[in-house]
C-alpha cells in the first residue's frame, strides 16, 4: 500500500468528529439505586471466581452520581461527541415497557443535557451487552420474542430522548455477544436454557445472531419510519472486527483464510446489513457442509425468508466500526487459525498492529461499496501500576490514528469519526479493574474514585485540536499542540510532539 511505512502529516476533513466512549455497565455504578433491575452482568460479576479478584460494576466509577465531572473530563479533551450507552435494566427493570423507571431515565436525561450545554453531542448506544436478567431468564438473545422486546425499549428511548440525540448504536459488537455464549471468548454470562428454550449445542450462537439482525432491522425501520423525519439522526449498527493478515501473504492458503476469517468475523453481521439481507456464501458453504458432516440433516445456520431479507438489506445510515488489533492468519483448521504476534498490550488478545486498521478500512470500503464510517472504539489497555506517562497508549492513538489518516486521504476511504476507547480506567468485563484502557485513571481505592489524565489525554486532545498532524516545519505547528485545559496534573507532563 503506497506509504505504508511513512508518517503522513495532514488535517482530516473539517467537521470530522472526534469522540471518546464508555459503556454503562463498566462505569455507571449505582446497580440497585432508583429501581434499577439487574442485569446479567449485575448477576454474573457476583458470581463466586468469574471475575478478577472478585470485582464488579456495583460501582464502577460511579458516574451514576458524577456527571459533572464526566463532562469536565470531556470538555478538557475537546472532543466534538461522546458516546455511551443506556443501561436497559436501569430504565425498563424486568425489559419490558410494564413498568417505566422514571428516576433511571432521567439519569440519561440529565447527562444528555450536560453535554448539550458543553456543546458535546452524543452518540448513544441502546445495548451494550448488559441485558436485563429479566429477559435472560425466558432465554435471552435466543428466543425471538427479544426482537419485539427490543424494538419497545428502542422505542421508549426515541419517544423520550431522540429529539436531543442524533446519533444512535442499535447494538454493540453483536459478534461478540453471540461468541460469548459459546465460552470462546472473555466468559460473560452464558446462555440460560431452563425456561424452555431447546437449542441443539454448537446452534445457540446462530439462533442469536439471527435475532440480533432481526432486532437491529426492526429498530432500523422502526427509527426510518416514524421518528427520522422529526428527530433528524443517524442510526446503525457497531461491528467489531480485527483485520485478518495471511501469515505468508505469498500463500494462496493463508490468503483464502485470511479472507473466510473475515467473512466470519466481520461478516456474519456486515453482509445481511450492507449487502444482500443474507448471510455471506462462505459461512453458508462452510456451515452447511459442517453440519451434514456431523451427521445434522440441515445447517446449523438459520435461512431468512425473502421478506426478512428484503427488511434486513440496507438497514443502515453508517458503518460502526470497533477495531483494535490484528490477527496472523494460517490454513489449517476451520474456519482459519489466528496468531497475533506484535508488540503486547495489557490484554492478551491486543496486539499493536496499526498497519492492519488502515488496510481493514480499505477492505470495508471495497466490499461495501463505500459507506460512510464512523469508528466507534479504538484503543489499548495496559496493567500493572498507573504509569501517568502512558507512553504506550501515547504511541498507539498516534500510530492508529495516522493510519485512518492515510484510509482517508490515500485510499478514498468515507470515514467521517473517530472515538477512542475508552474515557477511563473502568470495569472491563471479566478482567475487572486489572486491564486500564482509560485516558483518564480513576483510583480504585479512593471512595471518592478521583480522575486524572494521563499523558495519552492529553496528547489525544492535541491530535483534536489540530485535527490531525500538522507538519513539524511549518510555524503553525506550536500554535494548536500547545492548547490543553489547565489541569495540575498535567504540569508532570514534558510537551508530546505529534
Request: aromatic share 14%; with cysteine.
Amino acid at each position: 500500500m503506497p506509504k505504508e511505512d511513512e508518517f503522513l502529516y495532514g488535517e482530516f476533513p473539517k467537521n470530522f468528529w472526534w469522540s471518546v466512549a464508555t459503556s454503562a455497565y463498566q462505569v455507571e455504578g449505582g446497580w440497585r439505586e432508583d429501581g434499577k433491575g439487574l442485569s446479567i452482568w449485575d448477576q454474573f460479576s457476583h458470581t463466586p471466581l468469574k471475575i478478577s479478584n472478585g470485582h464488579t460494576g456495583d460501582v464502577a466509577c460511579d458516574s451514576y452520581h458524577k456527571i459533572e465531572e464526566d463532562v469536565e473530563m470531556l470538555k478538557s479533551l475537546k472532543v466534538s461527541h461522546y458516546r455511551f450507552s443506556i443501561s436497559w435494566a436501569r430504565v425498563l427493570p424486568d425489559g419490558t415497557t410494564r413498568y417505566i423507571n422514571e428516576i433511571g431515565l432521567n439519569y440519561y436525561e440529565r447527562l444528555i443535557d450536560a453535554l448539550l450545554a458543553a456543546n458535546i453531542m452524543p452518540q448513544v448506544t441502546i445495548y451494550h451487552w448488559d441485558l436485563p436478567q429479566a429477559l435472560q431468564n425466558i432465554g435471552g438473545w435466543e428466543n425471538d420474542t427479544i426482537v419485539q422486546r427490543f424494538k419497545e425499549y428502542a422505542e421508549l428511548l426515541f419517544q423520550r430522548l431522540g429529539d436531543k440525540v442524533k446519533f444512535w448504536i442499535t447494538l454493540n459488537e453483536p459478534y461478540n455477544v453471540l461468541m460469548r455464549t459459546l465460552g470462546t471468548a472473555v466468559p460473560p454470562p452464558l446462555l440460560s436454557l431452563s425456561a424452555g428454550i431447546s437449542i441443539r449445542p454448537g446452534q445457540a450462537p446462530y439462533v442469536v445472531a439471527h435475532n440480533l439482525i432481526k432486532a437491529h432491522a426492526e429498530v432500523w425501520h422502526l427509527y426510518n419510519k416514524t421518528y427520522r423525519a422529526k428527530q433528524g439522526g443517524l442510526i446503525s449498527i457497531t461491528i467489531n472486527s480485527d483485520w485478518a493478515e495471511p501469515r505468508n501473504p505469498h500463500n494462496q492458503e493463508d490468503i483464502s483464510a485470511a479472507r473466510r476469517s473475515l467473512q466470519f468475523f466481520l461478516g456474519w453481521f456486515a453482509h445481511p446489513i450492507f449487502k444482500t439481507g443474507d448471510y455471506n456464501e462462505v459461512m453458508k458453504t462452510r456451515i452447511r457442509e459442517r453440519s451434514l458432516a456431523q451427521g445434522l440433516n440441515q445447517s446449523r445456520l438459520p435461512e431468512f425468508t425473502e421478506s426478512e431479507k428484503q427488511r434486513i438489506k440496507g438497514t443502515y445510515d453508517y458503518f460502526g466500526l470497533n477495531h483494535y488489533t490484528t490477527v496472523l492468519t494460517y490454513n489449517m483448521n476451520y474456519p482459519a487459525i489466528t496468531d497475533r504476534s506484535w508488540l503486547n498490550s495489557g490484554s492478551s488478545w491486543l496486539k499493536v498492529a496499526p498497519f492492519g486498521f488502515r488496510k481493514l478500512l480499505k477492505w470495508i470500503k471495497e466490499e461495501y461499496n463505500n459507506p460512510p464510517i464512523y469508528v466507534t472504539e479504538n484503543g489499548i489497555s495496559e496493567r500493572g501500576a498507573s504509569d501517568f506517562n502512558d507512553t504506550l497508549r501515547t504511541h498507539y492513538y498516534r500510530s492508529y490514528i495516522n493510519e485512518a489518516l492515510k484510509a482517508i486521504v490515500l485510499d478514498g476511504v468515507d470515514l467521517r469519526g473517530y472515538t477512542a476507547w475508552a474515557l477511563m480506567d473502568n470495569f472491563e468485563w471479566a478482567e475487572g479493574f486489572d486491564e486500564k484502557f482509560g485516558l483518564y485513571h480513576v483510583n480504585f481505592t479512593d471512595p471518592d474514585l478521583p480522575r486524572h489524565p494521563k499523558a495519552s489525554a492529553r496528547y489525544y486532545s492535541q491530535i483534536i485540536n489540530c485535527n490531525g498532524f500538522p507538519d513539524p516545519a511549518t510555524h503553525l505547528f506550536y500554535s494548536c499542540t500547545t492548547a490543553w485545559t489547565p489541569n495540575p496534573i498535567s504540569d508532570l507532563f514534558d510537551d508530546i510532539l505529534i
